[in-house]
Structure formats: C-alpha cells, structure tokens
Nanobody, 115 residues
Framework: QVQLAESGGGLVQPGGSLRLSCTAS????????MAWYRQAPGKERELVAL???????GYASSVKGRFTISRDNAKNTVYLQMDSLKPEDTAVYYC?????????WGQGTQVTVSS
C-alpha cells in the first residue's frame, strides 16, 4: 500500500517562500508521474504542478514562473519550491500521482499566505 506524507507548510508573508516535501512509501513512486494539488476553502481541488518520471515538469498558469517541482527518486520524495507567494496561494497542498489515485490522498499540508 502506498502512503504519501506531505510536510513543509506554514504561515508566510506575501512575497515569501516555502518548500514542500512529499515522501512516498513503497517502490511504486518511481513508476508514476507525480503532482502537487491544492484545495482552498470553498473551492475544488486543483492541479498545481506535475513532474514526469524523466523529470519533465508542468505547471498551472497561476503558478508558472513562481513554483518549481522536482523529484528525488532515490529518496522517494517530490518537492515543491514556492516563491513569490500570494494570498491566493493559501490552501491545503497535497501530493499524489498523476493522474491522482483516490487511495493515495494524504492529510496534506496547510500553506497560509498572509501579512
């Protein structure tokens, strides 16, 4: 059974940075594209960034140029470097495979951007 554990969230001022980490149990990590998703209060969960098994990234237009996704297959970990954060980035951030698998959703990590 695959388990994903997100960490690194917190409270940050607008313009600040955070680095999220997601560690996966199980060797299946290397076989799938991985992605970060987020869900803001009252909104649907949305795709933020994805990374293919070869490391090729893709980004939602709202975060392109500000967020960077990366993966370390040796550590079964995917990262999301978030710079120039805006209040509208406030959400719970989750990692999952891409496409997402229902059984892989973890608890997420809260990111709050506020002065």
């Amino acid at each position: 059974q695959v388990q994903l554990a997100e960490s690194g969230g917190g409270l940050v001022q607008p313009g600040g940075s955070l680095r999220l980490s997601c560690t996966a149990s199980g060797s299946i990590f290397r076989d799938y594209p991985m992605a970060w998703y987020r869900q803001a209060p009252g909104k649907e969960r949305e795709l933020v960034a994805l990374i293919a098994t070869d490391g090729s990234p893709g980004y939602a237009s709202s975060v392109k140029g500000r967020f960077t996704i990366s993966r370390d297959n040796a550590k079964n970990t995917v990262y999301l470097q978030m710079d120039s954060l805006k209040p509208e980035d406030t959400a719970v951030y989750y990692c999952n495979s891409y496409p997402a698998r229902r059984s892989y959703w973890g608890q997420g990590t809260q990111v709050t951007v506020s002065s």
